[in-house]
């Protein structure tokens, strides 16, 4: 069990994490999904006790982590950067952390095997790939037998077969029943891992809630609509309590209505349809509503270029009903208008960012 | 490496065998295997363990090759301090590898993230500094009393034909001894600047600074205040102890010099030591 109380992080002027509030709970698959720069890795260091936390705090079954007697045993962690010496062996790296915590050489035979370093165990750590690199951090993770374990960012760098592999350990360590929280970027990979989601955005907790929930929230679908005589047909839908999103091509999406109801309006009025196309938008659509207006950073060019830092007001707390209006007016957020000029904005297309 | 339809974690075989708490002991074996387990040491290492013999055989010998040609001034200098002659060169040369083992062995652990991986196995960050303090000292100041008593013999036998060096006449054993005190507080020493600096290029550069340069341009500061910089600078302090003249700038005794370079030590780690609680890992 993993708690965060108020826990904020500042750096100069700057709030990576923002009175965060969450619990992840054991026996399931926690997924912690923001943005690139929205405070996952500051929120993980904050938990491990590698960062301060300005203020708030973060303990572990009750207990903040510097103060945990047997630190391994109890949370096994696997960072986003890398925290091995090159020039030691994974062996020897791992022979280090055990004896830190007096835990029986066998063990590092055991997490050695598990993540399948076993041929390569003898190398500098230096020069391995990315994909094993990962590998000897997650048998790091595991080295301590621990309840709770931590991922950041696993699957970077990963081949589709040591993803696969990953995502069935995360969910095998779950089975478990022990507590497992996992960061990414991607709602993709949430969706398929994840029984429970907390999402981040500039540093806010923007959602706490399963997964299940979330998606029945945020599978917004809409009817795309195409016609020479858009012009005339769209106040006709919008009349009807239908919200109308006039694209740039001639084409609209309409929301809370089916293709069949918007057929019978052309019928009526007489005016003519070329396309009529029920659409279900992505998680990862929903995703980037949620966090349209919570990323730091935007690829220049689009409409809603500039930090959007003030561009919406946030939730006043985790579980004000920011939801309800997500879903009942579906664009709730900034990039709402259409924009008449051209594309949709497209918000999220910031590029990859360490951390 | 293949993927695996379930995965099971074995619980740990024995449960007697570990509680897995991170005390002393425990992280002095942790930083005893991490010393042993890279190159760097090995490296640093050989630097003093061969270099600072060669030295003490290479002086006498040249000294002793030319002792009939020599004019009375240079062999009264010899003379005086025959254990400083021994031990100079290659003291002043071998320093050089324990320094910068001492900065690697906690700026490395930045500059390669190390330090995340030893920080999550002993969060209690002051314990893992006094720790590695302990295995590191502990190893420089054995292999320099070592050395430096290997260093003073061979030296004495490379000396024999023209002059006899006893180990206890005067205070040729406190010179010898003191070479690998030295260089154990040395180790400290530039560990602690690793730790301060936490970048490994930055702290060998402020320590070979500190050793080639400050310790001796100080000494041009006029008066009374140039004295005291002189003499209380750290590594010139703690230099004192390696030999029996020291320049009449010098205000301090043999072990008074080596106890300010303790408390320097002393001062730096504890410095040390609440920074390393203080900052981000």
Do not use: C
Not at chain 2, 83 to 99: E, K, N, P, R
Not at chain 2, 120 to 144: D, E, H, N, Q
């Amino acid at each position: 069990m993993i708690q965060a109380t108020a826990l904020t992080k500042r750096y100069g002027t700057k709030v990576a994490v923002d009175h965060a509030e969450f619990t992840v709970a054991p026996g399931k698959v926690t997924g912690f999904l923001g943005p690139n720069g929205a405070g996952k890795s500051t929120t993980m260091r904050m938990i491990l006790g590698l960062d301060r936390p300005t203020s708030g705090s973060v303990t572990i079954n009750g207990i903040p982590y510097d103060k945990l007697a047997a630190p391994l045993r109890e949370v096994g962690a696997l960072l986003d950067a890398k925290a091995v010496h090159g020039g030691r062996s994974a062996y020897n790296h791992l022979q280090v952390l055990a004896k830190a915590n007096g835990l029986p050489r066998a063990r590092v035979d055991t997490v050695i095997d598990l993540v399948g370093l076993h041929s390569v165990a003898k190398k500098r750590a230096g020069g391995f790939s990315l994909g094993m690199g990962q590998r000897l951090g997650i048998a790091a993770a595991l080295l301590g037998d621990p309840g709770i374990v931590m991922f950041d960012e696993p699957v970077n760098g990963l081949d589709p077969e040591g993803i696969l592999w990953i995502r069935n350990l995360m969910k095998a360590l779950a089975a478990e029943g022990r507590t497992v929280f996992v960061s990414s970027h991607l709602m993709s990979e949430m969706a398929l891992t994840a029984d429970h989601l907390v999402v981040i955005g500039l540093g806010r907790i923007l959602a706490d809630e399963p997964m299940a929930e979330f998606i029945a929230k945020n599978s917004v679908s809409y009817v795309l609509v195409r016609s020479p005589q858009m012009a005339d047909l769209a106040p006709k839908l919008a009349l009807r309590g239908w919200r109308v999103e006039m694209q740039g091509d001639g084409s609209a999406h309409v929301y809370d209505a089916k293709p069949s109801q918007i057929g019978d309006v052309a019928g009526t009025e007489q005016l003519w349809l070329h396309e009529l196309t029920l659409v279900h938008s992505s998680l990862e659509e929903a995703f980037m509503r949620l966090t349209a207006s919570s990323v730091e950073y935007h690829a220049g060019g689009t409409a809603g270029t500039g930090t959007t830092q003030d561009a919406a007001k946030p939730p006043s707390s985790p579980d004000a009903p920011v939801w309800g209006e997500a879903a009942g007016d579906g664009r709730a957020q900034p990039p709402a208008e259409p924009d008449p000029s051209g594309q949709p904005p497209t918000p999220y297309q910031n590029s990859e960012r360490g951390q | 490496m293949a993927a695996t339809e379930s995965v099971t974690i074995n619980t740990l075989p024995g449960n007697g065998a570990g509680s897995g708490h991170a005390h002393f002991g425990r992280l002095l074996v942790a930083e005893w295997t991490k010393l042993r387990s890279v190159r760097s040491t090995y490296w640093s290492l050989i630097t003093v363990v061969l270099a600072f013999p060669f030295f003490s055989w290479l002086i006498p010998f040249l000294i002793a090759h030319n002792w009939n040609q020599a004019d009375p001034g240079s062999r009264a200098q010899v003379l005086q301090d025959p254990v400083s002659t021994i031990i100079g060169v290659g003291i002043d040369l071998g320093q050089f590898g324990i320094a910068v083992l001492g900065v690697l062995v906690m700026a490395s652990e930045y500059s390669t993230g190390m330090i995340r991986s030893t920080v999550l196995a002993s969060p209690r960050r002051v314990r893992m500094l006094a720790a590695k303090s302990v295995v590191f000292t502990l190893l420089a100041l054995v292999i320099g009393e070592i050395v430096s008593f290997v260093a003073f013999f061979i030296g004495q036998l490379t000396f024999k034909s023209v002059l006899t060096v006893n180990l206890g006449a005067g205070t040729n054993l406190r010179e010898v001894v003191g070479a690998g005190l030295y260089l154990g507080m040395l180790a400290l020493f530039s560990m602690v600047i690793g730790a301060l600096i936490r970048h490994p290029a930055g702290a060998i550069t402020g320590v070979v600074l500190l050793l080639l340069v400050i310790s001796n341009i100080i000494q041009l500061i006029p008066g009374a205040a140039g004295k005291y910089l002189y003499s209380y600078e750290p590594t010139n302090a703690g230099a004192a102890i390696l030999t029996n003249h020291t320049s009449d700038k010098f205000l301090l005794t043999a072990w008074e010099g080596y106890a300010v370079f303790a408390g320097w030590t002393a001062l730096l780690w504890v410095l040390a030591a609440w920074l390393l609680v203080r900052r981000d890992a």
